[in-house]
């Protein structure tokens, strides 16, 4: 088992910026590949951002890629994304997860889900 906490959401002006950490406890962090996905009330969950075991394989969106970065600390067991230029339409719940396998842009591959973090971006 996998427990995801993730916190750093809020509410922030349109141009403005926001870090979201994502602490992971249980099983052995480096065995699963880490992403950061989104929903919006009324759409489905949207894939953002993820990240490989290792921190070697990065892939992004590209609705966020240039303003979003994902990075991982396996010592701290922690995936964070940093949010800049945040846009209106960014405003979701931001979930991170964890995988072992499958692609990494699709929910279903992933394990384990936290409880989601509420971003509101205002114009």
């Known amino acids: 088992q996998v427990q995801l906490v993730e916190s750093g959401g809020g509410l922030v002006q349109a141009g403005g910026s926001l870090r979201l950490s994502c602490a992971a406890s249980?099983?052995?962090?480096?065995?699963?590949?880490m992403g950061w996905f989104r929903q919006a009330p009324g759409k489905e969950r949207e894939f953002v951002a993820a990240i490989s075991r290792s921190g070697g394989s990065i892939y992004y969106a590209d609705s966020v890629k240039g303003r979003f970065t994902i990075s991982r600390d396996n010592a701290k067991k922690t995936v964070y994304l940093q949010m800049n230029s945040l846009k209106p339409e960014d405003t979701a719940v931001y979930y991170c997860a964890a995988k072992s396998g499958g692609t990494y842009s699709v929910p279903n591959s992933y394990d384990y889900w936290g409880q989601g973090t509420q971003v509101t971006v205002s114009s």
């Open positions: 249980g099983r052995t962090f480096t065995m699963y590949d």
